[in-house]
């Protein structure tokens, strides 16, 4: 299995951003492997919706007010995309955290995606608090950077 984390402030309240992230038709914005993310079904978002990523089907497998979880699935592996989420002073500190197990003969690749892998959170890392401001376009008045 793959593993990669990052942390991140974001200068939103935690409501706004849980439901940015929930609708995963976002990960458009900040995913940098998603080509195309189309949500499958109608009606609102709870655990089950499901969205076509690509090749992959993802799956809202947990939907809490601070955590979400989202999970896809092909022949090659598993994604599992884990969001914790706390609000603190108005902002919200986002843990992201991918894990990628591999199935059959592509764990044999394990070790070598290791630093792709590392790449693709860094990525994260700078386009989700992007998006999320795009998206909120809610201005920060409380001073100080993201951290």
């Given at each position: 299995?793959?593993?990669?984390?990052?942390?991140?402030?974001?200068?939103?309240?935690?409501?706004?951003?849980?439901?940015?992230?929930?609708?995963?038709?976002?990960?458009?914005?900040?995913?940098?492997?998603?080509?195309?993310?189309?949500?499958?079904?109608?009606?609102?978002?709870?655990?089950?919706?499901?969205?076509?990523?690509?090749?992959?089907?993802?799956?809202?497998?947990?939907f809490d007010a601070d955590h979400l979880t989202f999970?896809?699935?092909?022949?090659?592996?598993?994604?599992?995309?884990?969001?914790?989420?706390?609000?603190?002073?108005?902002?919200?500190?986002?843990?992201?955290?991918?894990?990628?197990?591999?199935?059959?003969?592509?764990?044999?690749?394990?070790?070598?995606?290791?630093?792709?892998?590392?790449?693709?959170?860094?990525?994260?890392?700078?386009?989700?608090?992007?998006?999320?401001?795009?998206?909120?376009?809610?201005?920060?008045?409380?001073?100080?950077?993201?951290?």
């Amino acid at each position: 299995m793959t593993e990669v984390e990052r942390v991140m402030t974001l200068d939103h309240p935690l409501r706004d951003v849980v439901g940015f992230l929930a609708d995963f038709s976002n990960a458009e914005l900040w995913d940098p492997g998603t080509i195309t993310c189309d949500r499958i079904g109608t009606g609102g978002l709870s655990v089950g919706a499901e969205w076509h990523n690509v090749s992959e089907f993802y799956r809202l497998a947990r939907f809490d007010a601070d955590h979400l979880t989202f999970v896809g699935r092909n022949k090659t592996a598993t994604s599992t995309d884990d969001m914790r989420l706390e609000e603190r002073d108005g902002r919200t500190r986002l843990t992201y955290q991918a894990r990628v197990q591999f199935n059959g003969l592509a764990r044999l690749a394990t070790p070598l995606l290791k630093r792709e892998f590392d790449r693709l959170g860094d990525e994260v890392l700078e386009r989700l608090p992007q998006a999320v401001d795009r998206h909120l376009l809610v201005p920060f008045s409380g001073g100080g950077h993201p951290q």
